[in-house]
């Protein structure tokens, strides 16, 4: 009903930017939880593996190594011993007198695979057997051959004479980094071995209990505590020829095993530098030394990978919603920072890797991605006001051309600052306009009246009749131009909203027409003005607006009747202010453009009031300034109800 005023165009734009911003932020969000839940649950198909074993490698290997533990010494078939014992494989006979030489150990793990007898010194098995059996604490690896689904064994002999047997696989990753081992194997008839540094634990005094088995499908991560080279060595040589004296293994684990560069059992770590690779011996001392410690690397599950991903991108995108730009790049920022403190606090204080490279890709994505949604719907905003302001007429008659598709944000901005500037020169021009009408036109018509009037108190009454028309007519193009005024500035004028109580006004409208009413033998009635009716309003504006209404009923309304002017609760969130009268009421038809400037029914019914069709353009202006509800229900022969609907306000006390 009617044209909008700026205000009202403007909080309409208002109200359709932040609708458009709430899609555009929830779209955004919703494709970048899928991203970092899509990331974290597909890492392994997408390539995604290799960036998170590179974050950890990295972080495994600026982890402070500490001082070597002295509890485990590791002999290294080196090639020094190589070069001094002859050619690999030696005769098992060395080993047993190796293990002689070891007698104060209190356990030694022989890192060989001793699966096949030599055909030369067959006879050496069973002195390698004897010497295990009176050490007593000699341990022996098995070999699962994944491929042939089969479990590379000691011989009968050697097995029997060892305390115990444990697997030593370690698979590398795809990258051929060894990261991880298993805990416990099977092989394809079921039998269950445990890891080595396992069954070398469970043999050691000082372990009271095995911690509990916590791995997962992907087993558990090496704690690799320094870099090869880091434990204690001493070559095969040296300790078989008596070189090294017999105390210095007491009550130590020796592990025996292959440390030559020829003998192949060298592998990639995390802590390798510059091609630099470890012993499969000294990876199993890293493996018992994390068992030892409690420092065996848990996986998180995937709940907690999935929420820890999510939930740092969630924060991201909160920022984007009610952050400026600045100050969301700074909370990004500080999100990967965190991040990273917090992979890097789980993996060295809790020993729990919790891959984060998901979330870290995703609020790096997430900046520019909101940039770009947030600018494009910038831009179509700025084209939906460069449309609705090339719609208003432009003093010049001229219009802005719109902007093309390819545009930028800068050239659009350019656009819409040209417009405005055409906009505010013709709010110029109207604000001078309204004072062209509210001076310019007053004074000489005020000036008219006052001559009549002079004329007739001055005794000449030579046309008495002219002088009534020029006082009629002139009184009413300056009620016409006193509502035009007022109209003009309801629309533009800043609210002075104040707490008003909405009985109050209704009584002082009561009051000031009253005289009115009374001319026309009308009854002014009130009911419920005693309710503690508060409201947030312009009180000025809020009163001409109910005066309004009460000056129409009592102008469509004929002698004798009454007007009520009601106050009730409107639910539990509203007042309702009504003006009912007992007047000629309007057609159905009719409603729907009363409201609209200088709109009048019945204009050609039998003493039809006079008016310019303002009011109720100024009463419809208020309530949509005031954000109010307005209601009108009215029936020919029957009156007219208007209420205006208010939201409560509680004062303090």
């Not at 503690?532 to 102008?555: F, P, Q, S, T, Y």
């Amino acid at each position: 009903m009617g044209t909008s005023t700026p205000a009202q165009t403007g909080l309409a734009l208002q109200t359709r930017l932040k609708r458009r911003m709430l899609r555009e932020w929830l779209s955004t969000t919703l494709a970048l939880m899928l991203l970092a839940l899509t990331l974290v649950l597909a890492a392994q198909p997408s390539g995604l593996q290799r960036l998170e074993n590179t974050l950890y490698d990295f972080l495994i290997s600026r982890q402070n190594p500490g001082a070597a533990p002295d509890d485990i010494i590791i002999i290294g078939i080196d090639d020094d011993s190589l070069e001094s014992v002859g050619y690999w494989p030696w005769r098992r006979s060395l080993h047993a007198r190796l293990i002689e030489r070891l007698a104060q150990a209190d356990l030694v793990a022989l890192d060989l695979l001793l699966s096949d007898r030599h055909p030369a010194w067959q006879e050496d098995d069973t002195v390698l057997a004897r010497a295990m059996k009176t050490h007593g604490r000699v341990v022996l690896p098995v070999m699962l051959d994944t491929v042939r689904a089969r479990a590379v064994r000691p011989l009968p002999e050697l097995a029997q004479a060892a305390m115990a047997l444990g697997h030593i696989n370690i698979d590398p990753d795809a990258d051929g980094v060894i990261r991880r081992f298993s805990p416990q194997l099977r092989t394809p008839e079921g039998e269950a071995y445990d890891h080595l540094s396992i069954v070398l634990m469970r043999a050691r005094a000082d372990v009271p209990r095995l911690p509990d088995t916590f791995a997962g499908p992907n087993g558990l991560r090496i704690p690799f505590i320094g870099a090869p080279g880091y434990f204690r060595s001493i070559p095969y040589a040296r300790v078989l020829d008596g070189s090294v004296d017999a105390s210095v293994f007491r009550g130590k684990t020796v592990l025996v095993g292959a440390w030559g560069s020829g003998l192949g059992d060298v592998f990639a770590t995390p802590r390798s530098v510059d091609g630099e690779v470890m012993p499969g011996v000294e990876i199993l001392a890293n493996i018992l030394q994390g068992g030892l410690d409690g420092s065996w690397i848990r996986n998180a599950s995937t709940f907690w990978a999935v929420l820890g991903n999510l939930l740092p991108v969630l924060l991201a995108c909160l920022g984007c919603r009610s952050l400026s730009p600045q100050r969301q790049l700074l909370l990004t920022t500080n999100l990967l920072i965190i991040v990273l403190g917090v992979c890097a606090a789980l993996l060295y204080v809790w020993h729990l890797w919790w891959p984060p490279v998901a979330s870290l890709l995703t609020l790096i994505i997430s900046y520019p991605l909101w940039s770009w949604r947030s600018q494009q719907a910038a831009m179509r905003h700025i084209d939906t006001e460069l449309r609705l302001l090339n719609a208003m007429e432009s003093t010049d008659g001229m219009s802005v051309a719109l902007p093309a598709w390819q545009q930028s944000l800068t050239q659009r901005v350019g656009q819409l600052h040209v417009a405005l500037e055409r906009f505010r020169r013709a709010q110029q021009q109207q604000d001078e306009t309204l004072r062209f009408l509210s001076h310019d036109m007053r004074a000489p018509l005020n000036t008219l009246l006052a001559l009549t009037e002079n004329e007739r108190h001055g005794g000449r009454q030579d046309n008495p009749e002219l002088l009534d028309q020029i006082d009629h007519h002139a009184a009413r193009t300056l009620r016409l131009v006193d509502d035009f005024v007022d109209l003009s500035r309801a629309s533009a004028q800043t609210l002075q909203a104040r707490p008003v109580h909405l009985g109050d006004l209704l009584l002082a409208c009561r009051d000031d027409s009253w005289a009115r009413a009374q001319q026309k033998d009308i009854r002014l009635e009130t009911e419920g003005l005693e309710q503690d009716a508060w409201v947030m309003a312009d009180a000025g504006l809020l009163e001409r607006a109910l005066l309004n209404l009460v000056d129409n009923a009592i102008k469509y309304s004929a002698p004798g009747t009454r007007i009520r002017l009601v106050l009730e609760a409107q639910g539990r969130h509203e007042w309702k202010a009504c003006i009912i009268d007992q007047g000629r009421g309007m057609q159905a038809d009719d409603l729907a453009h009363i409201f609209a400037p200088f709109t009048r029914v019945d204009t050609d019914a039998p003493a039809n009031p006079g008016g310019a069709g303002l009011g109720l353009a100024f009463v419809h202006t208020v309530a949509q300034r005031h954000q109010a509800g307005l209601e009108v229900d009215s029936r020919p022969g029957r009156g007219s109800r208007f209420c205006l609907r208010l939201p409560r306000y509680q004062p303090e006390d």
